[in-house]
Each structure stands twice: as structure tokens, then as C-alpha cells.
């Protein structure tokens, strides 16, 4: 007797299947969740962009994780203005997971993201992902979380969102911080008080005389500034892109890897730099350390 062909079966999903950005072993469930990957597996422009970033980010944060020493319980991670912690679950599902050890903390002002992080950790099983709904300044306080952190990452973390974690990663004798700082207000508004003054002192004024101008010199100001204080206090400093200016325009990505070679000069240019620009009343507030080392008490600054 003739045996009946059968009807063919209709293929499984398959990691062919899926968009070429995702990584091989990525948890696609995990990327669902985020809403990275659609129902069906395919990915958005936006969320192709989105992840990009993040795994690019990934891969820098990667080599910091593996080259720090071996421990009885691991790396600890902290990740500053976490948001829906797209970086902090990655991070954890790429190299955490496996590694069976280790802690990230997400932190996060907005009370319902932190919730619906702590969701999605306990549905994926993601045990050693701790998530705080504090403010940056608020965690250095925080009993939830170790005396010492590894590496201290901020993401588009807004304004002095990124000097607050610059603070917490020095209290916390952070090994590495990873920094992408976003819409830096608070130079540009110091810019601003003595503007008419400072035209009057220096041509260098005429870099801050427009809005626009202000506005993007107070950026780029702030990093520097900030590059000088890490250095001041022991870092080695890069400075690079994060991704192509066509995905992001809030693109500059510090990194800082302590040493413990505290550069003096470092702390004295960026006195000059201050008292060059006419904004000294940041020292105290911001760079206290390089305030204590000139002599002068941080909250006379």
C-alpha cells in the first residue's frame, strides 16, 4: 500500500529567524519585554537604533567586567537614571547570567519604572538584579546597596544627573564609570549671570554672547570639566563616540578607570578653567575635592 504523503510542517521559529542586530544567546523573550522586538520577532527603526546604542555600550562595559580581579561574589554594577534598565537587563543577560555571580542596581526616580523593572526581573528569573527608587544623590545614602561598587554607568542620565554619579562613583571607590552624559543646563545657566561682565573681560565671552552658543559651549565646558576632576582624583581618562552621530547627538562617552595616580594638574586647570569662563561658584558644589585641595572649603566655594 501506497503510504499518504504528508502535509509539510511548518517551520519553528529559528535564530535564522531573527533580525542579524540581535545577539546569539540574547533572551528574545527579554527583548519582547523591553518591546525591542515586536510579537513576531522583527525590529523597529527606532528600536534598531535603541539597541545599537546598547550593545555598543555593551561592549565597552564587557572588557571593564573582565578585566576586573576575581571575587567570592562577583562584579557589582550600579546604573545610574536606569529608566526601563534596557542597559542593566543586557548587561545582566549577556554576561551576568552565565557568570552565576554578581550584582547590578538600577536606580531610578520614577516609581513605576522601578516597579515594572523589578516585574520583568523576577519573571525572567533574574535574581541578582536589585532596582532602588532614589535619586542618584539619595543612593549614596542607601543601606541597599554595598560600600564598594565596581563600575558605575550613566546612561543619558539628564544635566548634573551625570556629575551625581561622577560623586557616587568616587564615595563608592568605583574601578570603572562609564558615562554618556545628556542635556548638560547648569554651566550654560552659570554662563548666563555674568554674561555682560565676562564680555567685558574677555573676548573669549564672544563663545557664550548667543543662546545657541551658550548652550553648546556649557556642554562641551562641562565634560571637560568633568574629564579634569576624574583625572584629579586618580582616573585615567577616554574620551570617544558611543555611536555614529546619525543615531544619537547626545553621543560622548567618558570612560574612567581609577589607577590611583592623582593628577595635580589636572585639578589646577580645571580651577583655571573656572576662573577663566567666570563660574567659580561651581567649585564647592561640584568638584569638592579639587575645592579641598586648593584650600578652599567647599561650602564658601
Not at 572588557?63 to 562577583?74: Q, V, Y
Not at 528569573?125 to 565596581?150: K, Y
Not at 551625581?164 to 554662563?191: H, N, T
Not at 573681560?201 to 562641562?222: C, D, K
Request: aromatic letters at 6%; proline letters at 5%; a neutral charge.
Amino acid at each position: 500500500m501506497k503510504t499518504p504523503t504528508r502535509a509539510p510542517k511548518t517551520p519553528a521559529a529559528s535564530p535564522d529567524a531573527l533580525p542579524p542586530e540581535v545577539r546569539p544567546g540574547q533572551s528574545v523573550e527579554l527583548l519582547k519585554q523591553l518591546h525591542i522586538l515586536t510579537r513576531d520577532g522583527k525590529l523597529n527603526q527606532d528600536s534598531r537604533r535603541k539597541l545599537k546604542q546598547v550593545y555598543h555600550l555593551f561592549q565597552f562595559i564587557e572588557k571593564l567586567l573582565l578585566e576586573l580581579p576575581a571575587s567570592d561574589t562577583g562584579p557589582t554594577l550600579a546604573d545610574h537614571g536606569a529608566g526601563k534598565s534596557y542597559l542593566g537587563f543586557i548587561i545582566y543577560d549577556l554576561f551576568f547570567k552565565a557568570l552565576g555571580q554578581g550584582s547590578i542596581y538600577g536606580i531610578e526616580t520614577r516609581s513605576e519604572l522601578v516597579e515594572s523593572s523589578k516585574a520583568l526581573a523576577e519573571r525572567l528569573g533574574f535574581e541578582r538584579m536589585r532596582f532602588l527608587n532614589v535619586s542618584v544623590v539619595e543612593s549614596t545614602q542607601s543601606d541597599e546597596l554595598p560600600a564598594q561598587i565596581d563600575v558605575v554607568t550613566a546612561l543619558h542620565a539628564c544635566d548634573t544627573a551625570t556629575d551625581d554619579a561622577i560623586a557616587f562613583g568616587l564615595q563608592k571607590k568605583a574601578k570603572y564609570m562609564v558615562l554618556v552624559p545628556c542635556c548638560q543646563a547648569e554651566l550654560a545657566r552659570a554662563l548666563n549671570q555674568n554674561k555682560a561682565l565676562n564680555l567685558q573681560r574677555t573676548p573669549l565671552a564672544e563663545l557664550w554672547r548667543h543662546p545657541l552658543h551658550t548652550r553648546e559651549v556649557g556642554s562641551q565646558l562641562t565634560n571637560v570639566l568633568r574629564c579634569l576632576y576624574l583625572e584629579s582624583q586618580g582616573y585615567q581618562v577616554t574620551v570617544t563616540e558611543l555611536v555614529g552621530w546619525e543615531h544619537s547627538m547626545k553621543n560622548e562617552l567618558i570612560l574612567a578607570k581609577y589607577t590611583g595616580q592623582k593628577k595635580r594638574a589636572s585639578g589646577e586647570r580645571l580651577l583655571a578653567l573656572l576662573k577663566e569662563f567666570g563660574v567659580e561658584g561651581l567649585m564647592g558644589g561640584r568638584y569638592p575635592m579639587v575645592a579641598v585641595a586648593a584650600g578652599v572649603q567647599p561650602e564658601l566655594a
